[in-house]
Each structure stands twice: as structure tokens, then as C-alpha cells.
């Protein structure tokens, strides 16, 4: 064989670079990261788990309802209330810190929501 002295260690070099991430980490996720919830508020415009994985629809919904139709009433069925459609006014009414909540779990996602680009950010 040509140049095996070259390539054995050139392909155990590559392995060991592409399996880096596995065995720094052990295997492991970070843990899931526990935002600061509001203090005395129980519930939510909608259930918890739905809030989780369907907030960006759900703003992005209000979002075009209230700037196309000047919708701005929400109506929740199960409460009978009614909220405003409103990032400033609804939401951040109950979730006052931007980075103790929504900066944790949008970290440990890595994504980076377009919602300040508009909205001012509270002052913490």
C-alpha cells in the first residue's frame, strides 16, 4: 500500500474531528432550560404546553389579524376572556423580563426571533 503512513493517521485525525462534539459533551444535551415564570399569574392566554410549541404561530397570527383586519380582540373559549392581540400589551404584561424568560429558551434553541427588530424591548 502507497503512502499508508500518511493516510492512516490523516483518517484517524478525521475521525477524530468529526466525532469532536460527541465525546466533549459525553453524550449529553445540556439540561432544558427553566424560565422564570410570573409570580402569582396561573394561566395564560392558552394552555402552557400549546404556548410552548405554538407561541411563534400564535404572534405571528395575531400579528397579520391585527395589521391587515384591525383585529385585536382574542378570544379564549375555554376562560370566556378576552385579551388584546398584543406582544407589549398582553404578553410582556405577565413575562416583564425579556432575558429571564424568553432570552433563556430561545438561547438554548438557537433562535433569534425578529420580534425586538419592531417591539421595544422592556426596561429591566
Not at 444535551?29 to 404546553?49: D, H, Q, R, T
Request: with cysteine; aromatic share 12%.
Amino acid at each position: 500500500m502507497y503512502d499508508s503512513d500518511k493516510i492512516i493517521p490523516g483518517l484517524i485525525i478525521f475521525v477524530l474531528f468529526i466525532t469532536f462534539p460527541v465525546w466533549y459533551n459525553h453524550g449529553d444535551a445540556s439540561a432544558e432550560p427553566k424560565p422564570e415564570l410570573p409570580k402569582g399569574v396561573k394561566e395564560c392566554v392558552l394552555p402552557v404546553a400549546d404556548m410552548r410549541a405554538e407561541h411563534m404561530q400564535l404572534l405571528n397570527k395575531w400579528r397579520d389579524e391585527v395589521l391587515r383586519d384591525g383585529d385585536w380582540a382574542f378570544d379564549v373559549k375555554v376562560a370566556g376572556k378576552k385579551y388584546q392581540k398584543s406582544l407589549m400589551n398582553t404578553c410582556m404584561e405577565c413575562h416583564k423580563s425579556r432575558k429571564k424568560f424568553c432570552e433563556k429558551c430561545h438561547k438554548y434553541a438557537s433562535v433569534t426571533p425578529y420580534c425586538w427588530d419592531c417591539h421595544f424591548a422592556p426596561v429591566e
